[in-house]
């Protein structure tokens, strides 16, 4: 295997069959060791979290393979903590795609004099960041991703449509559990031109309450696997 690049949860290695794996890492994104998915820097270490991630990555797969969404998930293997993948180009450097249901964390920091905490927003709303950590993510608008030529104005309406789609499997499934997502962080490519989740859905890129207390990453991977 060759390395192609080393991100902040995760490794990714080239395979002789075209495909890609995804070696996931115990680090999560935090900020002075408190977890927080809308921060764009490891700050904490959790001992097995990579592992959990994954496990909670393979159920949200599958879940989103029986209601006919394509992604780029092909196998996995929890003693190894990797995930074999279809190869997916990435548009631009990187792009994370956020879909909130409810408004908090960086959204509050940035419009909190136009709405309180805790506001439900209907239907989601979906926002696009760069992944650019000098320059702290920064946000672009669906005519920008056009305008600077990083994706066509369709592929930008077929992602949108997928991150509301997906984003209200895992909503519905939490809520079985009785938890309450708030906001979940994708990545998207696209593969023979068609635009296709990649990467994960883990514990660590969601934020989720039960009982109006938010739950850990940890915690969250077990409700999920141990219904």
Known sequence: ????????????????????????KDDCTGKDGVFDPGENTVGL??????????KTSIYYF????????????????IDEATMEVLPGKVFGHGLEVICRLVATGSFIRRYGEYIADGTVLEGGYVECTFKNDEKGDPLVTGEGLVALGI????????LKAQTLAITKIVA??????????????????????????????ASG?????????????VELTKFILNR
């Open 45 to 54: 270490k959790i001992d097995g979290i990579g592992k959990e991630n994954l």
């Open 151 to 158: 994706m066509s104005a369709e592929m930008f309406e077929s």
């Open 172 to 201: 519905d499934d939490l809520k079985t559990i009785g938890l309450d997502l708030w906001d979940i962080k994708f990545e998207f490519g696209y593969n023979n031109g068609e635009v296709i989740l990649i990467d994960e859905i």
């Open 62 to 77: 599958e879940l989103l393979k029986k209601a006919g969404i394509k992604t780029h998930y092909v196998s996995a293997n």
């Open 1 to 24: 295997m060759k390395k192609i690049y080393e991100g902040k949860t995760k490794d990714v290695f080239s395979l002789d069959n075209g495909n890609v794996l995804l070696k996931f």
């Open 205 to 217: 890129n969601m934020r989720v309450y039960k009982d109006g207390v938010i739950v850990t990453p």
